[in-house]
């Protein structure tokens, strides 16, 4: 498996030529499995959840030790494309709590994690030969998507809930994406993309296996950084909306203990506004995940049944994480005391990490990386 690096500019933007590896689709729902040539995120047998299955045996320990934590980062899933961002965004200390890490997503092209995913599907929609991608979304999702489907001359067509804020469907907009506007929640949208990526053999892009294994590259960089600063990480806080970033950050852990690369699993904490906590309350009454209607000024995390939140609450309880929720009023404090003190504009959905912290910073130990991932607002 040789090393290959290779820098190119797209409008501007530093993307790397990922070191990419061979992996097999299994469904999450019936177990079927598709091998790489499959064109589509979903079981075409029971339109289940696909997900990734690296065949890791082919990373040798020579390969480790020659390689260590920067090549695991590399890891994704192989395309003819080939060019993934890996956006080595900032690491910032907090001024003041020298515990506290932020690791800045807002930095990437479209202002949020968002892009660590699409740049992995939108590979595998070239690679298919799609014209055309479809995706629901509640706004960062189809503004990232829309971005790079206009780069590479693909039509984007996004159905966006009605909880999106205008500012956002602005930025989709001058991306040229053609927009359906939901009488509905996220899930409702989600639903029609799906109809629609059937009926009119589009790629249906969104919170799937694609995108997942883009979004783990923000947990092996932030362990990457913080082993350079000499630290540990010993608890990572961060939103949940869909639980795509949730999964995506367990299946890096895990990755990251198997090659040895870590000790110690940290804590995961996954946080929720009040005013839509389905993944939360599953947690507390230790029960499955139940749909809620999303209330919740923080748009990007109004997502009423995560796609992904059994199997991440699966993992959580397992591994000794643990979810909760911050009300609407903490979160909009939050984000201005974040502006004030940094200067930075960040979205509420992402302030949720910031009022979580101030709310448990005496029960946790060591360092503690919070995953600030938007700022469109
Ligand atoms: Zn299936």
Redesign the pocket.
């Known amino acids: 498996m040789p090393l290959i690096v290779r820098w190119k500019r797209i409008e501007g933007v530093m993307v790397l030529r990922a070191e990419t590896m061979r992996y097999k689709l299994v ?1 999450s ?2 177990n ?1 499995e598709y091998d790489m040539s499959y064109k589509s995120q979903i ?1 075409s ?2 339109n ?1 959840i696909l997900r990734v299955e690296y065949y890791y045996n082919d990373i040798t320990d020579k390969d480790l030790q020659l390689r260590s934590y920067r090549s695991l980062t590399r890891v994704l899933p192989k395309s003819n494309y080939g060019y993934y961002i890996l956006g080595d965004t900032k690491l910032l200390r907090d001024i003041k709590d020298k515990a506290l890490y932020l690791k800045l997503e807002t930095e990437n092209p479209t202002r949020s994690f968002k892009d660590r995913g699409s740049i992995v599907e939108i590979s595998k929609a070239i690679d298919y030969n799609y014209k055309e991608i479809v995706c629901a979304s509640t706004g960062n999702m189809a503004y990232s998507l829309s971005y790079y489907s206009r780069i590479n001359k693909i039509k984007a067509r996004v159905y966006i809930s009605k909880d999106a804020v205008e500012s956002k469907i602005d930025l989709i907009r001058s991306n040229n994406a053609e927009i359906v506007n939901i009488d509905g929640d996220f899930t409702k949208a989600q639903e029609e993309a799906l109809k629609y990526s059937i009926s009119n053999n589009a790629f249906l892009t969104g919170d799937y296996c694609y995108r997942m294994e883009g979004q783990r590259v923000v947990t092996l960089e932030i362990f990457k950084q913080m082993r350079a600063l000499k630290k540990s990480v010993d608890n990572i806080i961060l939103p949940v909306g869909n639980a795509t970033l949730l999964s995506a950050t367990e299946k890096a852990i895990d990755e990251l203990y198997r090659f040895k690369l870590i000790r110690d699993k940290p804590t995961v904490i996954a946080v929720q506004s009040a005013q839509c906590d389905p993944f939360v309350k599953a947690y507390e009454k230790d029960r499955s995940i139940e749909y809620v209607k999303p209330s919740t000024i923080a748009d990007a995390i109004a997502v009423g049944y995560p796609t992904f939140g059994d199997s991440a609450l699966e993992w959580l309880k397992e591994n000794n994480g643990y979810a909760l929720s911050v009300s609407d009023k903490e979160l909009v404090e939050a984000r201005d005391y974040f502006a004030g003190k940094y200067n930075l504009i960040i979205e509420t959905a992402s302030a949720s990490v910031i009022a979580a912290y101030n709310r448990i910073r005496d029960r946790l130990d060591g360092y503690t990386v919070a995953i600030i991932t938007g700022a469109n607002e």
């Open positions: 469904c729902s019936c079927s079981c047998r029971c289940g």
